[in-house]
């Protein structure tokens, strides 16, 4: 099947005031959805003429730089030793939130439809870190383990490769393997197996913002691949 993506452009201005960008620490990362990554290089002059230094985000599976996808934060790329925190261009909480996930810098959002200026609180990254760090610690006590695998256009690949996926046998042995083969991920369905100690998923990484969905806990694929049997 094939599929076409068409980016689209938001049309409308930045109107960032001096007093905001007053408000913000002296070295900016910028990170923008794709309807607005043409307003960054505007922004970044306006920025600097404020006394402020600034680069721009990249991240690997992002066409443009700059760009942030909200599902994409471990592949997130930035000067970390000369960034103090990131400004977000775009409405909504989904792409911002990755920022708060994949580092431990604070994250301004504004939001050009309305003018909206604020900073994300960091409790909720907290909290599903430590649910993560619980999940790890499942994991690896747990026996039966069921790896949530996709066929949905577009979600398989975003963490690894399906070579990757059946490798979990061969780098964990004395662990049985279990693979959930499905479209959309039914959590309803996840119930039917029981003895499954805790859930694998290869797709999109923020499938666990619905970690309290899950039956038993979720940890994504590539946290796995980094553990030493």
């Given at each position: 099947?094939?599929?076409?993506?068409?980016?689209?452009?938001?049309?409308?201005?930045?109107?960032?005031?001096?007093?905001?960008?007053?408000?913000?620490?002296?070295r900016?990362?910028?990170a923008?959805?794709?309807?607005?990554?043409?307003?960054?290089?505007?922004?970044?002059?306006l920025?600097e003429?404020?006394?402020?230094?600034?680069?721009?985000?990249?991240?690997?599976?992002s066409?443009?730089?700059?760009?942030?996808?909200?599902?994409?934060?471990?592949?997130?790329?930035?000067?970390?030793?000369?960034t103090?925190?990131?400004?977000y261009?775009?409405?909504?909480?989904?792409?911002p939130?990755?920022?708060?996930?994949?580092?431990d810098?604070?994250?301004?959002?504004?939001?050009?439809f309305?003018?909206?200026?604020?900073?994300?609180?960091?409790e909720?990254a907290v909290?599903?870190?430590?649910?993560?760090?619980g999940?790890?610690?499942?994991?690896?006590?747990s026996d039966?383990?069921?790896?949530?695998?996709?066929v949905k256009?577009?979600?398989?690949?975003?963490?690894?490769?399906?070579?990757?996926?059946?490798?979990?046998q061969?780098?964990f042995?004395?662990?049985?393997?279990?693979?959930?083969?499905c479209?959309?991920i039914?959590?309803?369905q996840?119930?039917?197996?029981?003895?499954?100690?805790?859930?694998?998923?290869?797709?999109?990484?923020r499938?666990?913002?619905?970690y309290?969905?899950?039956?038993?806990?979720?940890?994504?694929?590539?946290?796995?691949?980094?553990?030493?049997?």
């Amino acid at each position: 099947m094939k599929m076409f993506f068409i980016e689209t452009k938001a049309n409308v201005g930045i109107d960032f005031p001096a007093e905001v960008a007053g408000k913000l620490p002296k070295r900016i990362c910028l990170a923008a959805s794709v309807q607005f990554i043409d307003k960054l290089p505007q922004l970044q002059q306006l920025l600097e003429k404020n006394g402020k230094v600034v680069s721009l985000l990249k991240a690997r599976h992002s066409k443009h730089i700059g760009q942030i996808l909200g599902c994409g934060y471990s592949k997130m790329e930035f000067d970390g030793e000369n960034t103090d925190a990131f400004l977000y261009i775009g409405d909504g909480l989904f792409h911002p939130e990755a920022l708060l996930l994949g580092s431990d810098k604070d994250v301004y959002c504004f939001d050009p439809f309305t003018n909206e200026f604020k900073k994300l609180e960091r409790e909720w990254a907290v909290r599903i870190r430590k649910k993560e760090k619980g999940a790890l610690l499942t994991f690896l006590n747990s026996d039966n383990i069921g790896v949530v695998v996709t066929v949905k256009p577009g979600q398989l690949g975003v963490q690894v490769t399906l070579k990757e996926v059946f490798s979990l046998q061969q780098k964990f042995p004395d662990k049985n393997f279990y693979y959930l083969v499905c479209d959309t991920i039914d959590f309803q369905q996840l119930r039917n197996f029981p003895f499954v100690q805790c859930f694998v998923n290869t797709a999109c990484h923020r499938m666990i913002d619905d970690y309290d969905k899950f039956p038993k806990p979720v940890i994504n694929i590539e946290e796995v691949l980094h553990l030493k049997p």
